[in-house]
């Protein structure tokens, strides 16, 4: 692949010259999200063959209405919001479940999980290899139900605001948030399995 | 007097520091106070914080090599 002229260049300069109609600077914004928009699409499709379908559909349909975006929120959150409503057309042809909806109300009530209290060192991940880790981690959001998940994955793994959730999911900011608290402590305590104090254990036994 | 399922309640908020300061004080007395509580908030902390860490892993070649050729079709039909 060519070395780009435009690594320096910001987004909205980038979207700026792509509408007067030179298509290469659109290539460079497709190199600094392809890797996030994958991810978020693996993340909710689950599945590899969709992911690839979203990420193309994604950068397509944002190309094809690069017009349609006014630049009052940043071009990576635009992109964010096409790629996720891909994801979940995919979704919700793949699997006929109720359970993807994202309209469903939820119970918000007290019933948050914790049934695992256990410390953790200080920087447990450390314990593990990059590939154990992955591994652990995707796993861990994977076995999250999808209105949790998508929830989780736009605002604590692509690092979305709250409100660009919202936007983003077409939910209320109460509902991600309550969503969120879920998702993270679902996630805290599927992830004190690996990650708990080494000799924790014992005083269980005792 | 603050109950665990209070604190449990505003977590997200408490650890997103989006919170006014009285409410923050009143969940950090909490802390101080119920051992609990105090686990929970720091393992939720970092299970945060070990997933806002991970960096995307390279696009496949062959998956980028496919989305650039469409890329470049719809490109090219865009300026016939």
């Known amino acids: 692949m060519l070395v780009s002229s435009q690594a320096g260049i910001d987004d909205a300069t980038l979207v700026a010259q792509t509408r007067e109609g030179d298509a290469r600077p659109f290539s460079e914004l497709v190199r600094r999200y392809e890797g996030k928009v994958f991810r978020l699409a693996q993340h909710v499709t689950q599945n590899r063959e969709d992911a690839e ?5 994604t950068f397509l349909k944002a190309y094809e209405h690069l017009d349609q975006f006014r630049g009052d929120s940043k071009f990576y959150t635009w992109i964010v919001r096409i790629a996720v409503n891909q994801a979940l057309m995919k979704l919700r042809r793949r699997k ?3 359970a993807v909806s994202l309209d469903e109300t939820i119970d918000t ?15 447990p991940e450390q314990r593990f290899s990059r590939e154990e880790l992955g ?4 796993s861990a959001v ?18 979305l605001s709250t409100e660009e959730t919202a936007e983003a999911l077409d939910l209320s900011v109460p509902a991600v948030k309550s969503r969120l608290l ?4 679902q996630l805290r305590e599927k992830l004190t399995r690996y990650f708990k104090r080494k000799g924790d254990d014992l005083f269980a036994y005792l | 007097m603050l109950t665990c399922k209070d604190f449990l309640r505003e977590l997200s908020d408490f650890l997103d520091e989006n919170l006014d300061a009285e409410i923050r004080a009143n969940l950090e007395q909490h802390i ?21 860490g991970m960096e995307p892993y390279p696009i496949p070649s062959d998956v980028e ?3 650039m050729q469409a890329l470049e079709r719809k490109m090219a039909s865009k300026h016939q």
């Open chain 1, 142 to 159: 994977q076995s999250l139900e999808p209105l949790y998940r998508s929830v989780f994955v736009l605002r604590d793994i692509e690092d």
């Open chain 1, 109 to 123: 009530g007290e019933d948050n999980i914790v049934r695992e209290i256990a410390a953790w060192d200080e920087d």
């Open chain 1, 53 to 57: 379908d979203v990420l193309q559909e």
């Open chain 2, 32 to 52: 101080t106070e119920c051992p609990n509580c105090w686990v929970i908030a720091d393992t939720t902390r970092k299970t945060i914080k070990i997933y806002k």
């Open chain 1, 182 to 185: 879920r998702a993270r402590l």
């Open chain 1, 135 to 138: 591994g652990i981690l995707d």
């Open chain 1, 96 to 98: 006929s479940d109720k």
């Open chain 2, 65 to 67: 090599e496919r989305l």
